[in-house]
């Protein structure tokens, strides 16, 4: 298949396209959600506003995280690392154990709906700066680093849903994240490369890198990601349906589908290249379908491809990305 449309745009823009054309349940549950957040769920669970904040701005000082604007499917494993007790957190896992799912999804797409919140804080160490940047786009190859940015996208924007977005985060929280990884107390990473990295960097690396993602914050986002169509899918996918690849998929298996998205790079077993024409014709649409809400073990696949369920009632949304895996096909 001949390349030929490009669909350009800004991962931000990308992001917040992502709010066009909301199903009546996605809009209800994101409802929902708010009254969790505020209230907590009426039997018994806290309301998620009181450490985390209805802006979900979190606590930057205490080192409690910023949710706003976080990708869904992201907070979601989260919550349910919480609540088998794969990730530790003295509060936060009697929390998840009691919310319903219905609840943990709309808590989600709550703080996934709201713009992330810029930190209030003075100026920062120009030098420590100028660090945390070299950290976050070369690494340290003296050390066996990677740049930061291969796995959390440029300028720290993520790339969900393996990788979350550092940009504007707390560098109270990041600096304890790394503090416990080293510790083996978190190992719920899907790449499993975070607990070495952590031993690698000293403090000061970390402060600096953790600064830097904070400070980014109050700057305007990242260069923009750029999306290849053959010719005979220009104007036959949805814009959404690029802004979910672009959010969701394109870190793994990379802009041009082939598999080689900055997050994927480290997966083993490697993310699927769609350009694959034997692959193409063996899949059917329908199984395409249930791999993207199910997840790869739904199929026997790599469980480090996960779910995204919030998609489950969103046909349509799902159909226009099975278009889009098809049209990478050569």
Not at 96 to 116: F, Q
Not at 210 to 237: C, F, M, N, Q, W
Not at 247 to 275: I, M, Y
Request: one cysteine or more.
């Amino acid at each position: 298949m001949t390349r030929g449309a490009v669909v350009a745009c800004g991962l931000v823009g990308l992001i917040v396209a992502l709010g066009v054309g909301r199903s009546p349940e996605v809009s209800a549950s994101i409802q929902r959600g708010r009254q969790v957040v505020d209230a907590g769920d009426g039997r018994g669970v806290t309301g998620c506003a009181t450490c985390h904040g209805t802006d979900g701005s979190g606590r930057w000082l205490s080192g409690i995280p910023a949710l706003a604007g976080l990708d869904a499917v992201y907070l979601a494993k989260q919550l349910r690392d919480f609540a088998s007790g794969e990730r530790k957190h003295f509060f936060m896992e009697p929390i998840s154990r009691e919310l319903t799912e219905d609840d943990l999804v709309a808590v989600t797409e709550y703080y996934a709906s709201l713009e992330p919140v810029a930190p209030m804080r003075g100026e920062l160490d120009p030098h420590s700066l100028r660090y945390g940047s070299l950290l976050d786009d070369q690494g340290l190859e003296a050390k066996g680093i990677p740049a930061c940015n291969g796995c959390h996208g440029p300028g720290g924007v993520g790339l969900p849903p393996l990788a979350p977005r550092l940009r504007g985060q707390s560098a109270a929280y990041v600096k304890r994240q790394f503090k416990i990884i080293r510790k083996g107390l978190r190992d719920n990473d899907p790449t499993g490369v975070m607990k070495e990295i952590a031993e690698k960097l000293t403090p000061a690396e970390v402060a600096a890198v953790a600064e830097y993602y904070e400070h980014l914050g109050s700057k305007p986002p990242a260069r923009p990601v750029t999306i290849e169509l053959g010719d005979d899918a220009e104007g036959a996918i949805s814009t959404e349906a690029l802004a979910v690849y672009a959010q969701r998929c394109a870190g793994c298996h990379g802009n041009e589908g082939r598999g080689d998205g900055p997050a994927g790079r480290t997966l083993r077993p490697a993310p699927r290249d769609f350009r694959d024409e034997s692959w193409q014709r063996r899949v059917t649409d329908e199984q395409v379908a249930r791999i993207i809400v199910r997840g790869g073990p739904s199929a026997g696949l790599s469980v480090l491809m996960p779910a995204n369920r919030d998609l489950g009632r969103r046909p349509e949304l799902v159909d226009g990305l099975v278009q889009l895996v098809r049209s990478f096909e050569e």
